[in-house]
């Protein structure tokens, strides 16, 4: 899952900043593995109506994510992790890639136990995420150079602190040799 990687996030004048251009280049790197390997991917993007009428909670903390229209170039997803054909795009209005959604009937349907998170931001939509993914009982992996915020010091607390809770944290590299695909397992 790739958490609001979108133009928006991406720029510091907007909602980003930090580490959040090192975490999508990281990611871009990794998405090719997980193409290649058929592992199903899901990105989320914060969509609002462009007259507002959705808008909740959320949005009064934060009154500028109400520009994420569906057609605003700051809701757009980056070029480098955009999604291809086959990919589950998850527009939310909340934090959580979960809440609101349907994207825990998509992980059950594809038969998912194991999900890989990246995205932004790490205090933010990415802990939400995480959060609720174990609420669903998925073993959740926090991919740490794939996850970034606007400011380190969140980051690196919230890292932590899902990392002693809630995922275990591991790399991309660590993750994909973890990983075995499909047809390279031993058969003894």
């Given at each position: 899952?790739?958490?609001?990687?979108?133009?928006?996030?991406?720029?510091?004048?907007?909602?980003?900043?930090?580490?959040?251009?090192?975490?999508?280049?990281?990611?871009?790197?990794?998405?090719?593995?997980?193409?290649?390997r058929k592992?199903?991917?899901?990105h989320t993007?914060?969509?609002?109506?462009?007259?507002?009428?959705?808008?909740?909670?959320?949005?009064?903390?934060?009154?500028?994510?109400?520009?994420?229209?569906?057609?605003?170039?700051?809701?757009?997803?980056?070029?480098?992790?955009?999604?291809?054909?086959?990919?589950?795009?998850?527009?939310?209005?909340?934090?959580?890639?979960?809440?609101?959604?349907?994207?825990?009937?998509?992980?059950?349907?594809?038969?998912?136990?194991?999900?890989?998170?990246?995205?932004?931001?790490?205090?933010?939509?990415?802990?939400?995420?995480?959060?609720?993914?174990?609420?669903?009982?998925?073993?959740?992996?926090?991919?740490?150079?794939?996850?970034g915020d606007?400011?380190?010091?969140?980051?690196?607390?919230?890292?932590?602190?899902?990392?002693?809770?809630?995922?275990?944290?591991?790399?991309?590299?660590?993750?994909?040799?973890?990983?075995?695909?499909?047809?390279?397992?031993?058969?003894?």
């Amino acid at each position: 899952m790739l958490v609001d990687f979108v133009n928006g996030f991406n720029d510091p004048d907007h909602f980003g900043g930090g580490n959040i251009a090192d975490a999508i280049a990281a990611s871009a790197r990794l998405l090719p593995v997980a193409r290649a390997r058929k592992w199903p991917v899901a990105h989320t993007r914060v969509v609002y109506a462009d007259d507002g009428s959705d808008a909740g909670a959320f949005t009064m903390k934060a009154p500028s994510l109400r520009k994420l229209t569906e057609t605003s170039p700051l809701s757009q997803f980056v070029d480098a992790v955009r999604p291809v054909e086959g990919e589950f795009i998850i527009r939310k209005r909340q934090a959580s890639a979960f809440f609101g959604t349907e994207f825990a009937g998509w992980l059950t349907w594809h038969h998912v136990d194991t999900l890989l998170v990246a995205g932004c931001t790490t205090s933010g939509c990415v802990r939400a995420s995480v959060v609720d993914a174990v609420s669903h009982n998925l073993r959740t992996v926090v991919l740490t150079d794939c996850v970034g915020d606007r400011a380190i010091g969140p980051h690196e607390a919230n890292l932590f602190d899902m990392g002693q809770k809630y995922a275990d944290l591991l790399t991309s590299e660590e993750a994909v040799a973890a990983t075995v695909p499909a047809g390279e397992q031993d058969h003894d």
